[in-house]
């Protein structure tokens, strides 16, 4: 039994974003443990683009038990390369990274 524990623990970690295609757009959800946010919490989407030239904050305020937030991007007119998503809570300092590929010959968005 420890050794599952052990084994899923590093994915619970990892799991914290998850982005996926939604028609022409790129949504990310950031999941936070509703019993950490008992107070509400202020989160910030860092977007980082291949070159830097469409990079983007965008800070929300989550509500006091709420679960997830999620912050998108249209596909049409975004650089093409590996962009990395930073979810940061002000809060807590607490940070979460995912990245993704975005290139316009394939449909395919997301590296494993």
Sequence with gaps: MRKIVLILFPLLIV??????????RITCTYF??????????TVEFHWYSPKGDD????????PPFYGSVYDY?????REEGRWRVVVRELETNKSATT???LNGSSEEFFAD
């Design 15 to 24: 799991a914290d974003i998850v982005c996926q295609q939604e028609n022409e």
């Design 32 to 41: 936070i443990q509703r019993s950490d946010n008992a107070h509400g919490l």
């Design 55 to 62: 990079d983007r904050i965008k800070r929300f305020k989550v």
């Design 73 to 77: 991007r249209f596909v049409p007119g």
């Design 99 to 101: 990245f993704f590929d």
